[in-house]
């Protein structure tokens, strides 16, 4: 941190200093990997609702018939998340980083009993709201609590364990999603025991400190001491603790009280102006490029491929929860060895050839779904779909035509012989799915039967090979080490806030965009949107790769415009931040 290291050259690779690190001094991993907790909650919530809505719309018929109902079920947490993280900034400034964390954990633990005891929609997204607030605290507030205990030199690949934890948390939630369809109360179970990991964690905070650098600026600097006597070896404390004493002194004078922080302020302030832009829009763009879609709807994006099973889709979407967990330790490795402006470069470049590919691949499988059979349909006597039935280009119809047809809904039985083949065009209730069933055959409602449904989800394991090791770490790491001391915990809240507001754009909007313009078309918006994020990273985002985070805000106050990333630059002379 705050004059942590003094070296000129970051060590080749800090995820082996990290565990070096851990094994001469656990008390740094315990730190780390406690707080993390509230990544494993972040990711759990993020995943554990994309499985949990498929049964939830079997249990509420009114959930099943409205797109908006679903949406509003996911998006609602992503609302309370809003708040939390917005309430989080000033709750961690003003209450500190340890006592946000019990906050959120408690929030979390009541949202999830809510949701398990739900008896309607509305109690549902009830408790979806409650657990909302807490993951909105813990998104901004365990980076920064890690941050702010870590060495300047494994800063990075910690903070990076929070990422993994919170993919970590995903793939968690889908094993245990797996684990419960055949129970009774599928969803209830799903989404019940997220309670459990929030109640560990609220246990483990209460036996940690509080962190020093919040102790220090509040003027209690013998407990911030002890603290940092603990984290760092003896041969670099004192030196830690006078650079850090330095940069508090440094701004109470400059502020003339620490506590007196206004948006004007932060905007008139050269670095924190530079860092807010870097900050936020990577908040912004990690979810314009669509990655909540793919974490909130993977079971649903695996139906509109072709595959119809409810368990079908759960279990392919855990193949690309697992990659998602396997990228973040990618990115433990390589975020203080690559940079963090190279992995983010590399990242966007293969998001961009991802979405191009599952663009191209849902074009193909809607314009070449299966046809509708008037024998085939016939087969299933009074049950035909009415708009079929009163079509006068009937013989023209597809499965996606079929799907399209909603007075009321209707949905596709398969040939019995061969998915692909011609089938039937029926009313879409729980009667006709099961007489389908009963045949042997499989039901569409979301998607139709496509020879191209594997290229989908090679689409999908490319975007979250490419997404995971580098949009979908590094933008928390950036924003947990480029403010200054005095501002870290409003902007960080400001920075999560941008995140959780453009996590509910897309949530809110992703289905309503699949009826409206196809899926094939809203992928290929988030991929234009890619190629803007890598315009934006070029520019706006500077390299703080192995840099103390006092010597961060002197780059930002003199830094110019960066754009061949790949050339190392000179680190500032470390004399002078002595």
Known sequence: MEGA???????????????????KNPYVLRLAFSAGIGGLLFGYDTG?????????????????????????IVSMAVGGAII????????????????????????????AVIMAAAPNPGALITGRVFVGLGVGMASMTSPLYISEASPAKIRGALVSTNGFLITGGQFLSYLINLAFTRAPGTWRWMLGVAGIPALLQFILMLLLPESPRWLYRKGREEEAQAILRKVYPAHEVETEIRDLKESVDKEIEEEGSSEKINLVKLLKTRTVRRGLIAGVGLQVFQQFVGINTVMYYSPTIVQLSGFASNRTA?????????????????????????????????????????????SAVFHETTSHSP????VETSHFSNLTCPDYSSAATADRWDCMKCLKASSPDCGFCASH???LFPGACLISNSTVKDLCHDESREWYTRGCPSKFGWLALVGLALYIIFFSPGMGTVPWIVNSEIYPLRFRGVCGGIAATANWISNLIVAQSFLSLTQAIGTS?????????SVVALLFVLIFVPETKGLPIEEIEKMLELRALHFKFWEKRSLPDKSQSV
């Open 521 to 529: 078309w809203t992928f290929l918006i988030f991929g234009v949107i």
């Open 5 to 23: 290291v003094h070296g000129g050259t970051t060590d080749a690779s800090a995820f082996r200093e990290c565990f070096s690190l851990s094994w």
């Open 417 to 419: 012989s061969n998915k």
């Open 314 to 358: 759960l279990l392919l979407s855990l193949v690309t929860s697992g990659l998602n967990a396997a990228g973040s330790i990618v990115s433990i490795y390589f975020i203080d060895r690559t940079g963090r402006k190279k992995l983010l470069v590399i990242s966007l470049s293969g998001v961009i050839l991802s979405l191009g590919v599952l």
């Open 371 to 374: 046809m509708v059979s008037a």
């Open 48 to 72: 554990v609702i994309s499985g949990a809505l498929l049964y939830i719309r079997d249990s509420f018929p009114s959930v099943d018939r409205k797109t908006v109902l679903q949406e509003s």
């Open 84 to 111: 939390g993280a917005a309430i989080g900034g000033w709750m961690n400034d003003r209450f500190g980083r340890r006592t946000s964390i019990l906050v959120a954990d408690f929030l979390f633990f009541v949202g």
